[in-house]
């Protein structure tokens, strides 16, 4: 029996029924389900989220200060974003504005982890989705060297030497027998099609980018002291500026400063060098496999990020692009308000929550959050052993937000669709050069392989933003300014009797925010909205499938026993399950309000 | 044809000369009779590596990212030459039963042998499908693969302690790896996330000289957790002579006076953050201005605000003394901390003749 969508999906749950838990190579725990059909076809798509830890009800009573430690520990993937979100939520509610310079530093740390995550994900979640490492050993290093100094110019380790080198070293572990991550992969499937050399300099290139990714997140060890999980702090950032005085070596000094501007040109470097021709390189032999789609052509949204000027969070001043494109129609972007209660809203007919009303959504402010750990009368298995997933009934820790009851995307590819439909110059431009050097139509975008080159080429655009924002720092510490944060309302004792707020940014996974209730300078409620809540989210109220199931459908199985093209899509999202079940909320009383920035 | 830790050394440019006097320091600073460094080379020539079994419960997968952050060795020199990480959801090429079956695998070729690496914990509330692997609770998993390891490495907070979503009132009675495995030598790693060569350090010690780090009564490897970040601490001197951060950016914080007022947990946090310092010696948490929030210490979410220090300390009649010289009560970490700091303080105060300053 085909169940029609309202968002447009035909599901056909009668062939048979193939599961994959866990989805490995993802940030947390999940669980897919699908149905193919007789020809292998997916006709039925199932994301369930598999943890939840319940930082809502942690968060509650808290010193709001405190708040981006808790929430930065949803994610250590993405780390710092929801520490960055929190501290714009609590300025937010309590009207607190920021210094330039730490506009400046919050951006570079927000960059940082954009090329990061993007880099690491590509290399080390994502590629074994499209490379072969076990094929690189038929590799022959003199053409491995050959298609890397054609594809790379630029880049010096290319020589077959060197090739020769990474292939003998592949080769003892492979046959040492002792694969390690390798191990138990689909090597034979033939959905790879790669040819050996570029398996071997794909290969090379994934133990190239794990040794250099540390360096990367150098930069937010000087601004954050550590990393993962750096620190923050609401009205500004820790690390102090000082070029001049005594003590300058106490704090953000030269030395410092000249230390993040050659990390970001050695990362610039990177990207250019190895991950962008990466992509084209293998975009190449793929873009026949234009799979995965799903919501990318019809509904996606971000909400911006990365200010140009401190404390302004208006479309016209964030680099990102924000607005939600409804129903494929690229002409229309509607703006995005995270206060309307009618535009942002969660529902838990298919999630393990219960609310007094589930026929109804509710905003984040007045959201609810009770776990409700049931399966439905059509699951197979036990409580404590699910074989089966019922997704007529509840399925999954995540609960699924709508915005204006639409089902959305977010992400890398939503944020490129939005910039491309608003004419955003800089990407466009990345685009247009993209779709010219692979020769595909911008249809091409809406993919599998459509996520995955737009993660690549926020990347870039990151690495270079980030040396764009290291001058604007410096300059203004020219121009006499080392302010770094504001402290007029640090102490409790200067806030309203009652506050709330709400912070956003674009994590690497797509749009993130934060709602904040203060009352009695505690934390009366708080609710995170995530970017894996919008991708993974279950069926809702109207049946309408979230963006991970979208992408899923139709697509064919080589085998369907070997999950490559299932893990290849999703991956595509790079799902960050602890991440996506953190939803908060309670009560839903009526609250004074705050200044809107 | 298995890479070996002295083929490693070796691609890495290190001399078989430079490799035998290593053995020999080694088998020296272990106490051990000239005789058996011959025997340690040869274990370090030949032996395979390690089978490493890296499972996931409730956590944030920060301890991962840490890992792979490494600067010495590096994360690709561990995974490919120093261990077999034969099972790590995160990073593993299989899926589902695939990579189930890894585990079962495992358990059966290398019973007692192989290392079980714990990153996040088991859930208890729910019957513990609050974490599900395979449909089942985490909790089966976990059990399964600790039946026959050698040794359990508790990665991070989480696993050693219960961490962030074991705060009050842990809503999923999320509980560390030693309150449900009892029979099996455990060595806690704690920190959100630990330090990334301390990892690999705790790691590449096991596999170098084939027997566990030497604990503290916590079970931490002592090298690395037997001091206080404050003892280390290259602000302490600021903090002795009683010059402190009173506000965020003040002209103290712009010279990198002593964070302690600011909520600074150093005093009562046990890690080697202010010696080995973060990715790669580059700073630390004090280093970049931020007091520490004492991120490896059991409990820490619910120890009081992160920039509060306690309030009405009365003992030693040092209130009015430690006012005279700037410390405005706002809060401690700890009573005898109060106490420290004011008689450091007061001390220096007396050599100056009384005078602040």
Redesign the interface.
Known sequence: MTIQTPNGFSLDASGKRI???????????M?CEVNVDNENIIRNAVSTG??????E??LKG??P??AW??TQ?????C?GTHALTSVRAVEDALGIAIPENANSIRNIMQLCLQVHDHL?HFY??HA?DWVNPVNALKADPKATSELQQKVSPNHPKSSPGYFRDVQN?LK??I????????????WDNPAYLLPPEANLMATTHY?EA??F??TI??IR???????????W?V????????VD???????INMERLN?VRSVIEQTITFVDNVYIPDLLAVGQFYKGWLYGGGLSGKSVMAYGDIPENANDYSPANLLMPSGVIIDGNLKEVHPVDLRDPEQIQEFVPHSWYKYPDEKKGLHPWDGHTE?N?VLGENAK?T?????QIDENAKYS?IKAPRWKGHAVEVGPLARYVVGFAQGHKEITEQINLVLKTLDVPVDALFSTLGRTAARALECQWSAYKMRYFLDKLVANIKAGD????N?ER?EPSTWPKEAKGVGFTEAPRGALAHWIRIKDTKIDNYQCVVPTTWNGSPRDNEGNIGAFEAALMNTKMERPE??VEI?RTLHSFDPCL?CSTHVMGEDGRELTTVKVR | MTETFYDVLRRQGISRRSFLKFCSLTAASLGLAPEFAPKMAYALETKPRTPVLWLHGLECTCCSEAFIRSAHPLASDVILSMISLDYDDTIMAAAGHQAEAIVDKIVEKYKGNYILACEGNPPLNADGMYCIIGGKPYLDQLKKAAADCKAIISWGSCASWGCVQAARPNPTQAVPIHKVIHDKPIIKVPGCPPIPEVMTAVITYIATFEKLPELDRQGRPKMFYSQRIHDKCYRRPHFDAGQFIEAWDDESARKGYCLYKMGCKGPTTYNACSTVRWNGGLSFPIQSGHGCIGCSEDGFWDNGGFYNRLTNIHQFGIEANADQIGMAAAGVVGAGIAAHAAVSAVKRARQNGGTNQ
């Open positions: 599961v994959v838990d866990p989805v490995t190579r993802i940030e947390g725990h669980r598999t943890m939840w830890r319940g930082l009800v942690i808290r010193d200060r405190d430690a808790f520990r949803i994610c250590g993937v780390t690491v080390h979640l074994l070293r003892r572990f046959e040492s027998g002792q694969l390690g991550p390798f191990k138990n992969g689909y133990l794990l040794d990714q540390p997140m150098r060890t000087v601004f954050g002291g550590k990393d993962p999980h750096p620190n702090l009205g500004g950032v820790p690390c102090a500026i000082n005085g005594v003590g300058a070596v106490g704090a230390f776990p750990y298995g409580k404590t052993n699910i074989e820790w080392t302010s770094t944060a402290v640090w070997e999950p893990l602890a």
